[in-house]
């Protein structure tokens, strides 16, 4: 994708939501220094995480804008990746999925997917003096 359409990607987000320019490009070269070799079907998973982790620590954003700054710039990513031959398959695939996956992540996050119950119960048991 040329340079003029990330800029004009990056103007649509920080005309959107509560954040500049600066900080979207601070971000966008955050990622890609942390994965170098680019975005791939095997790190999908460590780039959406990473990419929650650093938008998450923006406190001026609410968790609408997060999620909408965190979608966008991985569809971004997802449009100027080619994974050859089967690029437009893994394109729609990564598409649809990229919303459900930040959904379901953030909803582990707040305690609302627990994958063992009874390592989930034990944990709040040990810390019902904090709440």
Excluded: R
Aim: some cysteine; proline content about 2%; glycine content about 4%.
């Amino acid at each position: 994708m040329p340079e003029e359409e990330d800029k004009e990607l990056i103007n649509q987000i920080s005309n959107t939501i509560n954040i500049t320019v600066t900080e979207i490009e601070s971000i966008i070269k955050t990622i890609t220094e942390l994965f170098p070799i680019g975005f791939n079907i095997q790190n999908i998973t460590d780039v959406v995480i990473e990419l929650m982790k650093i938008i998450g620590k923006i406190n001026k954003l609410n968790g609408h804008d997060k999620k909408y700054l965190v979608t966008k710039l991985l569809i971004h990513i997802v449009n100027i990746t080619d994974s050859g031959k089967y690029d437009e398959i893994l394109d729609a695939v990564l598409l649809g999925v990229i919303p459900m996956f930040i959904d379901t992540l953030i909803n582990v996050e707040k305690g609302k997917i627990v994958f063992n119950k009874k390592t989930h119960q034990t944990i709040k048991n040990c810390f019902t003096c904090c709440k």
